[in-house]
Nanobody, 125 residues
């Protein structure tokens, strides 16, 4: 599975960005998807996990109420809508896919076998 993330950029605090991740697989609906992020000098952290058929996503506390994730299995795409951005949201954002992810591992980087190249989001104050 190859993942391609896009949509990053520079935005002022309070602004919005929409990230997209496309997957090259004919079995996209078999994969749980997720977004992680990594700020300079920090470890990669979980942002949101999306179930195979969409539905309720699982969000990190730091983004709840501001970020919304969705997927379109017909287009092999996941979307991360980010609103009310803060400077602390600055990071490289990665989409990830895993076929064996379960509820207890949704926030773990090791649960995902496939990763996109990342897209940089910079939020200025």
């Amino acid at each position: 599975v190859q993942l391609q993330a896009s949509g990053g950029g520079l935005v002022q605090a309070g602004g919005s960005l929409r990230l997209s991740c496309g997957a090259s697989t004919s079995t996209f609906s078999r994969y749980r998807m997720a977004w992680f992020r990594q700020a300079p000098g920090k470890e990669r952290e979980f942002v949101v996990g999306i179930a195979r058929m969409g539905g309720n996503a699982v969000y990190a506390d730091s983004v709840k109420g501001r970020f919304t994730a969705s997927r379109d299995n017909a287009k092999n795409t996941v979307i991360l809508q980010m609103n009310s951005l803060k400077p602390e949201d600055t990071a490289v954002y990665y989409c990830a896919a895993g076929s064996t992810v379960i509820s207890s591992t949704v926030s773990s980087t090791t649960a995902y076998a496939y990763w996109g190249q990342g897209t940089l989001v910079t939020v200025s104050s």
